[in-house]
């Protein structure tokens, strides 16, 4: 990536930009009252097709389900619904605001899982922060859903919620603060080595920031082949080695504590860069929080990922004037924009076709490999290591490829082959884009003004 290949905003410019949607979206959330509403798929060609939908006629399938429970998945939405399930407390960076005030935040997920991915999501906002009732909720509300997706839920009881869960339920039970985020930073991963000529088994790979997202970050770059040995996590306190005791009564962190550093370094983020190959940053707003001099002690061409929103633990242009070859950030105003939209609807789309059970790791390993190879046909560069959200294509890749995956692992209720795969995922993602701009077009959904 050339510096020159990004328009360069000075300080205040890039804060007026990254302040602009939020500006609107105080105008445009009033407007519309919200952005999702429930819209009917089946024909209503006169009033007696009631009679079918609803009494008399709906006993039938209903006591068709009585005798198979799985026909529910025939006779419903069940199969295409999921719950976008959040208790209030890590919202988008703003802490724990509670459920009322993070209700646009779960609407906003409702819209892109069934904008990208053909899903329909119903946003649950619980009046409980304890985590054994928000698991009892939960699990109460199996029969209603096809999946569910754990949101902004602070750590580290997100970790035992969604362990329980999966443990409990026979449905899929994903985090996407934890699974997604780590699923497209993996992908990113891939494509940039690609372009450096390294192995993700010999990188040294530093992740600033221990919260939900870096941990399951971490473990998916274990997963896919990094060496437990050469990652360093960095938190607010330090360096993450097997004498921060402060950590025992965290879990995951402990964990890392004992897996992780083989050299058992100690410090902070500076000391940690040295000789490093990547930086995987999931920390918090900068944009001085890492300093150029140490990126300039990094090895030669040096991958940083700093995806803090809205703005990057540092500027994109300084990371390449200190000597980074590839940058990426969760912006997408800057190339290399890391999102986790690029992967949670594709991978649910393919989860739902297939009715898997679960999530697994590998599932979300062909994801990020099936986001990386539709980059590399398009053509890789330091300015593109992933596809964009407005490449719809991509979504149905992933979805294929996850449910390939699901099927492989035996974790599927139905197998299909990849062509029946590729139809499913195809008509529900293109049906949902075209739905959109059809009632747009014909003011069924108002236009702003």
Known sequence: MKINSMKKYSKEELIKKANKPQEDALKMHPFYGGKIETSLKACVRNYDDFAIWYTPGVAAPCKDIHKNPEKVFEHTNKGNTIAVVTDGTRILGLGNIGPEAGMPVMEGKAMLFKYLGGVDAVPICLKTTDADEIIKTITYLEPSFGGINLEDIEQPKCFYI????????????????????????????????????????DVKIVLLGAGAANIRIGWLYIKYGAKPGNLIYVDSKGILHKGREDLKNHREKWEMCNITNEKQITGGLKEALVGADVLSAASTPGPDLIKKEWIATMNKDAIVFVTANPIPEMWPWDALEAGARIVATGRSD?????????????????????????????????????????????????????????????????????????????????????????????????????????????????KYK
């Open 162 to 201: 969604l362990d329980e869960l999966r443990k409990r339920m026979s449905i899929p039970v994903w985090h996407d603060d934890q699974q997604g985020t780590a699923t497209v930073c993996l992908a990113a991963l891939i494509n940039a080595l690609k372009i450096v000529g390294k192995k993700i088994s």
């Open 334 to 446: 800057f190339p290399n924009q890391v999102n986790n939209s690029l992967g949670f609807p594709g991978i649910f789309r393919g989860a739902l076709d297939v009715r898997a059970k679960t999530i697994t790791d590998e599932m979300c390993i062909a994801a990020a490999e099936a986001l990386a190879k539709y980059a590399q046909k398009k053509g890789i560069s330091e300015d593109y290591i992933i596809p964009t959200m407005d490449e719809p294509e991509v979504y149905i890749e992933e979805a294929v490829a996850v449910a390939k995956m699901a099927i492989k692992q035996n974790i599927a209720r139905i197998k299909l082959s990849e062509k029946e795969l590729r139809k499913s995922a195809e008509e529900k993602i293109l049906r949902a884009i075209r739905d959109t701009k059809l009632r747009m077009k014909n003011g069924i959904i108002k």
